[in-house]
């Protein structure tokens, strides 16, 4: 099995670790151990138990800068009750620690590096602030804030500024990290994307569409005719919104974009926009690359 500490640090008192049931196992010093850690913002904990020596320990640390501490004092209490010589746990950590603060240190010196020159972004800041959604991830929240962009990502708030082109940096939070945003426009113009780096991968996060207006939908809703002669119909279906209705075809639905435009999911460079005259809807207009093409209201 992989030993991850021993191949990379050459420590192997850690050996063979293995997940299921809940639980971790390993061989710790030749003993068989097994153990599971918690951690919330603040707060972490390991609870650990040898079967085979009928010993336990459980570890609660208080402080995110402390929480590496868990494992090293497990083991050293271990070793304590087992009457082993001690292994340099703490030396081992803080000399990661000493290191990885000098490293950040001078990473950070170097901030801003590839950055391209003279640059500014392809649209006003407030274009840019929204809500946007990832299935997995939640939301992304930029807000204005002070003429300027700020961040907010599952509580974490830190102000937003331009780097070049249409990406945005947050400072680099020594508790929360440095976050870099890149936003994207939708064939229309606007910005509708923003993507990240998170876990192992980039995410794009979608903006948020704004909520349908009933009172417009129903207004919206009825009986249309293409310039061909061809019926379709706009259905309004509470609860789940506007859809085009065409025999023998799939219902389309219409997502919300602006006020009386909309974009069908599967193509975001097709819009549709329904006129309005004298507080009646009069025809629906599908906007395509290919050109504008019209379908008149029918009673």
Known sequence: MPNAAGQTRGWWEVL?????????????????????????????SQISFMPNDHIGVIVFVIGNHTAPLYNPLSYNIYERLLGMEPTPWTDRFLDIRLKGKKAGTEARSKEGFGRVPDTKPSHALADYAGEYEHPAYGSLKIAMKDNALQFDFHKIILPLTHFHYDRFDTPNDEENGKWSVNFSTNPQGDIDKATMSLDEGEVTFVRRPPKLDEAAAQLIAGNYETATGAKLQVVFRPGSGLFIVTPGAPDQKLVPYKPLKFHLPEFSDVLIEFVEDNGQITALRQITPAGVFVSKRRQ
């Open 16 to 44: 063979n670790q293995a997940y299921g049931m809940g639980r971790w196992t390993a061989s710790y010093r030749g003993h068989l151990i097994a153990f599971h850690g918690g951690d919330l913002p603040g707060f972490h």
